[in-house]
């Protein structure tokens, strides 16, 4: 059974870009949330996906935006990329809303 | 919103030393899960454990709910144990929230 796939693994942009981060979940999870990785923020909650529609934010602002597709994957799009943009950008997906999430390998962004 | 608060933040012990992590939650939550990170970035499932105990080989857990806080056990440890653990805890609220995590280090 494969596991979660975050592509791509790496990413350097350039400060005002956007970017598009993409991550396929377990086959058969619904639920698919994205994660911030920081050494000064530690692991922060960006936002929930269930069934194609949000549930829940996190505290970031709204250059930060996603979806979830009808077979389940999620995208996250960054617009105006800045310099503390630059992370580890975590995906887990989960059969259903709180229950075992499971990781991908990460998307690490770096900004310059 | 919660807080998780993981302690020790440190720790460095000998090869087949054993050691206990622990994890205090400042609010009821729906279910707890323990993660290994390892040197590339990966979170490893460890324990996903809302209450009670378990075990898997030389790591256990138990979490007690009402008391809010759960330990992480790990028992004769070697180097490939070395990284950071964290434990996340999912609220109502339908998120997770982590705590800073304890970072490892076990010598040879």
């Known amino acids: 059974k494969a596991g979660v796939t975050q592509t791509p693994r790496y990413l350097i942009k350039t400060r005002g870009q956007q970017v598009t981060l993409s991550c396929s979940p377990i086959s058969g999870h619904r639920s698919v949330s994205w994660y911030q990785q920081t050494p000064g923020q530690g692991l922060q909650f960006l936002f929930e996906y269930f069934s194609e529609t949000q549930r829940n934010k996190g505290n970031f602002p709204g250059r930060f935006s996603g979806r979830q597709f009808s077979n389940s994957r999620s995208e996250m799009n960054v617009s105006t990329l800045e310099l503390g943009d630059s992370a580890l950008y975590l995906c887990a997906s989960s059969l259903a809303r709180d229950t075992e999430a499971f990781f991908g390998q990460g998307t690490r962004l770096t900004v310059v | 919103g919660i807080q998780v608060e993981q302690s020790p933040p440190d720790l460095i012990l000998q090869e087949g030393a054993n050691s206990t992590l622990r994890c205090n939650f400042s609010d009821s939550v729906n279910n707890l899960q323990w993660f290994h990170q390892n040197p590339w970035g990966q979170l490893i499932n460890l324990f996903y454990?809302?209450?009670g105990t378990k075990q898997n080989g030389r790591l256990s857990a138990t979490t007690v709910a009402t008391e809010r806080y759960s330990l992480l056990y790990i028992s004769s440890s070697q180097t490939t144990d070395s990284g950071v653990y964290f434990c996340?805890?999912?609220?109502?609220?339908?998120?997770?929230?982590f705590g800073d995590g304890t970072t490892l280090t076990v010598k040879p």
């Open positions: 454990i809302p209450s």
């Open positions: 996340a805890v999912h609220t109502n609220a339908g998120k997770s929230t």
